[in-house]
């Protein structure tokens, strides 16, 4: 949920290239200093930036430990379906490979032609 929001995800990436203050991460977006501090709570409460004070300043930093604990998850998760999918597809084969062929369906079209009126 914390990366669903587009503003959320471009405060990350200015994030991954190094620490920056509340207000220099505001500056580029169009929208208020308040609602900029929501998205960042959002990503806080994520655990996916945390926040030192400096003085009056407040400056934030990007963690990837949750995102790489998701990855963990994703790759997880792909490797178990994965196998999962290739045993079935190759249990299916085999089921295909012994049973007998059968004789192609022949289906006759009727037309009937109509007589015009007169």
Same mark, same amino acid.
């Given at each position: 949920m914390a990366l669903a929001?587009? %503003?959320r995800r471009t405060i990350l990436k200015q #994030?991954?290239?190094g620490e920056a203050r509340i207000t220099d991460l505001a500056r580029p977006f169009v929208l208020s200093f308040?609602?900029?501090s929501k998205h960042i *709570?959002? #990503?806080?409460h994520a655990g996916l930036v945390r926040r030192r004070?400096?003085?009056r300043e407040h400056v934030l930093s990007f963690e990837a430990a949750p995102l790489d604990e998701a990855l963990d998850w994703?790759? %997880?998760q792909r490797a178990f379906w994965t196998n999962r999918l290739n045993a079935l597809d190759a249990l299916l084969t085999a089921k295909d490979k012994h049973r007998a062929p059968r004789a192609p369906r022949t289906t006759q079209i009727t037309t009937q *032609?109509? %007589?015009p009126k007169k």
């Open positions: 929001d587009p %503003t #994030l991954a290239q308040n609602a900029i *709570r959002v #990503l806080e004070r400096n003085g994703i790759e %997880t *032609r109509k %007589t």
